[in-house]
């Protein structure tokens, strides 16, 4: 048993180590400076755009503008990472990120959120590019750790976020904190810029790097073309990500309001309840990440169920911040088996020359939900807060039946 377990440890490092180098690292580390500043406002931005004179509609409006931009700003930006290359993307854009933030600083009522909303999605066209470029830098066997540990490590540096952020809230007051939380971003944001430029090494061959004119019509038939050329199992996968993102997005950004103004914790509150589900969150992503790894990516895509929709009823039921807490972190949790799952299996069916047009296709099906079912929640939030939360799990035990009868896992060849 001792043998066993020593075996396994160093099994497990070299897989660590595998990971961590080169490319894969340098995208780990960047991120998780960025979601540092980022995790600051991210949890309260709901409440900042309430504070600027939004209401719930209007914040699901906002949302539904950056699915809107982001949405379109995928396709150009799926096939410049496929023909102009993923490092100039993605170094490009973070600067322009950098800037959005600016509008989210210096706000003085939601119009300008509106637009630091739209640049900071427009810049986003570096999506597909990230994880184009990410996908190409780890070894097939090491995908569900690998995209475990994508979101993991970020996500673990951020928690420092957490109680900053209350902190300037109790500090500064809530307005003023925020302001302050969106200037530490707008730094954070020019350092990964910065770092992103100086280590990033391009993975798409030169000979396949020529960036020509794009043609709305011949843009368009490369992408159907791509779709429809992968495998049903692909097309079942896709179908899942779209229903489990309209799941997420009617509730999205409604957490906060519920626990607000339905169970009555404070403002200065909510990162302490987004901090205690993120601990329970980390310490679950490792073994999880292993999971996929050891057997496959089907069934902990389809154990996410088993958290998220009780997640979604104990949250609703709450009555105290313990309460509440336990819910989020349920929600949160069940994240964790779906989406590394979801990108390792969608890393194992797309071919590399074909990921940043797939990659950018499946960022349009996982926005595409928030421009219309964001705002729809909103309405039914001012109708009844219970609501959007009784209909995201309705439709994410749709998407989980189609995954169980349309994905079919097969073992692929190493792309």
Not at 117 to 138: G, K, Q, W
Request: one cysteine or more; proline letters at 6%; hydrophobic letters at 55%.
């Amino acid at each position: 048993m001792v043998r066993l377990n020593s075996k396994c440890d160093k099994e497990f490092k070299v897989s660590f180590i595998n990971v961590l180098r080169g490319n894969a690292g340098v995208v780990i580390i960047g991120l998780s400076m960025f979601f540092l500043g980022k995790m600051i406002v991210d949890p309260v931005f709901p409440r900042f755009a309430e504070e600027l004179g939004a209401t719930p509609f209007i914040i699901g409006v906002l949302y539904s503008i950056e699915a809107i931009v982001y949405t379109l700003a995928q396709i150009p930006g799926g096939y410049i990472a496929d023909r102009w290359g993923r490092k100039n993307l993605i170094c490009l854009t973070m600067f322009i990120v950098a800037l959005s933030y600016v509008f989210f600083a210096a706000a003085v009522s939601w119009y300008m959120l509106a637009i630091g909303i739209a640049l900071l999605n427009f810049a986003m066209m570096h999506s597909p590019a990230i994880r184009a470029l990410f996908a190409d830098s780890v070894p097939q066997q090491y995908r569900g750790l690998a995209f475990t540990l994508y979101r993991l490590i970020p996500g673990i540096v951020s928690v420092l976020a957490l109680p900053m952020a209350s902190f300037l809230i109790l500090r500064y007051g809530f307005v003023p904190g925020v302001r302050l939380g969106y200037t530490l971003l707008i730094l954070l944001s020019l350092v990964s810029a910065i770092f992103f430029t100086v280590c990033l090494k391009e993975t798409l061959p030169s000979s396949q790097s020529r960036l020509r004119k794009i043609h709305p019509k011949a843009l368009v038939k490369e992408y159907v073309r791509s779709y429809l050329a992968t495998s049903r199992s692909f097309k079942g996968l896709s179908l899942t990500v779209l229903l489990i993102s309209i799941s997420y997005a009617i509730c999205h950004g409604f957490y906060i309001l519920y626990g607000i103004h339905v169970v009555g914790i404070e403002d200065w509150q909510w990162p302490i309840v987004y901090l205690l589900a993120f601990v329970v969150y980390t310490v679950s992503s490792i073994p999880i990440g292993r999971m996929i790894d050891v057997i496959g990516r089907k069934p902990p895509m389809l154990l996410s169920a088993i958290l998220y929709i009780p997640g979604i009823l104990i949250f609703i039921n709450a009555k105290c911040l313990v309460e509440c807490a336990m819910g989020y972190t349920f929600v949160l949790v069940s994240s964790s088996f779906f989406w590394p799952s979801y990108m390792a299996m969608e890393a194992d069916l797309i071919p590399s020359r074909e990921r940043g047009k797939i990659m950018a296709l499946m960022n349009v099906l996982m926005e595409l939900p928030y421009i219309f079912f964001t705002p729809l929640g909103g309405y039914l939030f001012t109708l009844n807060p219970i609501d959007p939360f009784i209909t995201s799990i309705i439709i994410a035990i749709a998407a989980y039946l189609v995954a169980l009868t349309l994905i079919s896992e097969r073992k692929t060849k190493p792309q």
